[in-house]
């Protein structure tokens, strides 16, 4: 059997090609930053090219559509590579225009391109039970669905292409719109003096309940920030994705811009590289020092 292709080795692809590992699938990886390719114990291939000429599936794990579009139509890149009968699988968060661009591009070489947003973040990665979405034909994702399996709980088929990435944006707004209102009303909470667990206990009960006071907070206020999930820029690259989608698609976003503008201050404060849970630390900078642990 021929191995899967995997590239992209950072934070996300490093564990999902552990996870396939772990099952016992013959993977090969590609990074630009060889080093991780190595320090994931993922057996490298020299390029690209060398990894699409010995794979039949390639994973895709990028930071944006740039990345995506430059492995797919570079020189020596993916389409000058890839053969009939491959599929591709972009687990990258990409605009879905360039999405679907791509998959017309893949489909003239006779290779099928599905786009799988992934959520659940690093620690999902590592557990394997990540939520795909994924857009494309029914068919490519019948035949990938067992190496999918490797690393997700949950998969979901939404639609042609472009469809999984749509429902990756839509999603990653929420995420981000929950945490930064999350964030200010916990700053709001520690300057009011109230009990911090308490009132994050009366919220999951009341109808304020959301991802980051469910999972993130309860954390945070013990100072465990879950390092290593997506960084504040990461975040605000998404957000920004998400109301170009909105503005092409007509609908006005009243809170996006707002959303973002959160994360665009704690990157301008310096919280930029780390996790976008830090935004809550920028907030409380602007308050004053305030921190949700330990003393103010």
């Known amino acids: 059997m021929q191995p899967v292709g995997l590239i992209g080795v950072g934070n996300m692809g490093s564990r999902i090609g552990r996870r396939i590992l772990d099952h016992g699938v013959s993977l090969v990886g590609y990074d630009l930053d060889g080093t991780r ?22 994973l895709l794990s990028l930071p944006d559509s740039s990345a995506v579009e430059a492995v ?28 679907r661009a791509l998959h017309g591009e893949f489909a003239g070489r006779g290779v099928e391109f599905l786009d799988a947003g992934i959520s659940g973040g690093a620690a999902a990665a590592e557990r394997g039970t990540l939520t795909l979405m994924v857009g494309g034909a029914p068919a490519a994702l019948d035949r990938v669905g067992w190496l999918l399996d490797t690393f997700s709980k949950r998969v979901y088929h939404m639609g042609g292409s472009g469809a999984g990435h749509t429902t990756k944006v839509l999603n990653n707004f929420l995420n981000g719109i929950s945490l930064a209102a999350t964030a200010e009303v916990m ?36 100072g465990d920030y879950l390092e290593g999930g997506l960084t504040g820029k990461l975040m605000a690259k998404d957000l920004k994705l998400y109301l170009d989608l909105v503005d092409q698609l007509g609908v006005p976003s009243l809170t996006g811009p707002g959303c973002l503008a959160a994360f665009q201050v704690a990157i301008g404060l310096g919280y930029g590289d780390v996790i976008s849970n830090h935004v809550v630390d920028a907030l409380g900078d602007l308050a004053g020092g305030v921190r949700l642990h330990g003393g103010e």
């Open 72 to 99: 797919a139509r570079g020189a020596g890149g993916l389409l000058a590579h890839a053969r009939p009968g491959q599929v591709v699988v972009d687990l990258s968060t990409a605009h879905p225009a360039s999405t």
């Open 37 to 58: 390719v190595t320090a994931a114990g993922i057996p490298a291939a020299a390029s690209v090219a060398d990894l699409v000429g010995r794979a039949e599936i390639v």
């Open 187 to 222: 700053v709001a909470a520690r300057r009011s003096g109230l009990d911090l667990k308490r009132f994050l206990d009366v919220v999951n009960h009341s109808s304020g309940v959301n991802y980051a006071t469910l999972n993130r907070f309860p954390r945070i206020v013990e």
